[in-house]
């Protein structure tokens, strides 16, 4: 099998790293995968805020837990919500897995295809990640925080445009021993017709 396709097979969402940074070849071979995605009408509006500051990514993680805790769990609350409001609660929510490196993927507010356009640019992401050994997780967080004043202004104030929309995140790093999933076989679902 060639190399591309064995990486898609392969490829896991890696959730626990080595607090080390990434080289700096190794991150910018990653976020070039991402810029070199498909894209609607060759629009190429998707910013890639990548964020190894670690004292930024503690603010966020901060603010993240302040503003799920004030919310209310319902019903029909989608699990991993609930999961992130009822933690933050409690004071123990990390929604990025302390990886040491967060690529926040935005896109113009109102483009019709700025989460299609994240989501190409965040899959080449993750498989140039696992083609370099690097762990990658798709962390949507900050996505259902993006209407979230107090976040918004964080992220502005770190370079997010004001006409800007949180997509979706990527949590970046060498995985911690044994944090590597192993590829299974066919996991079913995803089904597929042939006409
Ligand atoms: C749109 C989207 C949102 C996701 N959000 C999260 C997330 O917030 N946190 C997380 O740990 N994983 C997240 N994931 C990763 C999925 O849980 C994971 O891809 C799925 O369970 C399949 O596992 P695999 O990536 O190891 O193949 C997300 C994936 C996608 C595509």
Redo the contacts with the bound molecule.
């Keep these: 099998m060639n190399e591309v396709l064995e990486n898609i097979r392969r490829?896991?969402?890696v959730?626990r790293f080595l607090p080390e940074p990434l080289p700096q070849e190794v991150l910018t071979a990653v976020v070039e995968a991402g810029r070199q995605a498909p894209c609607g009408g060759n629009n190429r509006t998707t910013h890639f805020m990548v964020i190894q500051d670690q004292e930024v990514l503690e603010e966020l993680r901060r603010l993240a837990v302040q503003e799920f805790a004030k919310m209310e769990v319902a019903e029909d609350t989608y699990r991993?919500l609930k999961n992130a409001i009822l933690s933050s609660k409690k004071g123990t929510y990390v929604?990025d897995?302390r990886a040491p490196v967060l690529v926040v993927v935005a896109n113009r507010a109102g483009y019709r295809n700025a989460m299609a356009d994240c989501?190409c640019a965040l899959e080449n992401m993750m498989l140039a990640a696992f083609s370099l050994d690097v762990g990658s997780?798709?962390?949507?967080?900050l996505h259902w925080l993006d209407d979230n004043p107090a976040v918004r202004a964080a992220l502005e104030s770190w370079g997010l445009g004001a006409d800007e929309t949180v997509c979706?995140a990527l949590a970046l790093g060498y995985p911690a021993e044994g944090a590597v999933?192993k590829a299974e076989g066919d996991r079913g679902g995803n089904p597929v017709t042939y006409v």
């Design positions: 490829r896991r969402s959730r991993s929604y897995y989501s997780c798709w962390i949507n967080q979706g999933p």
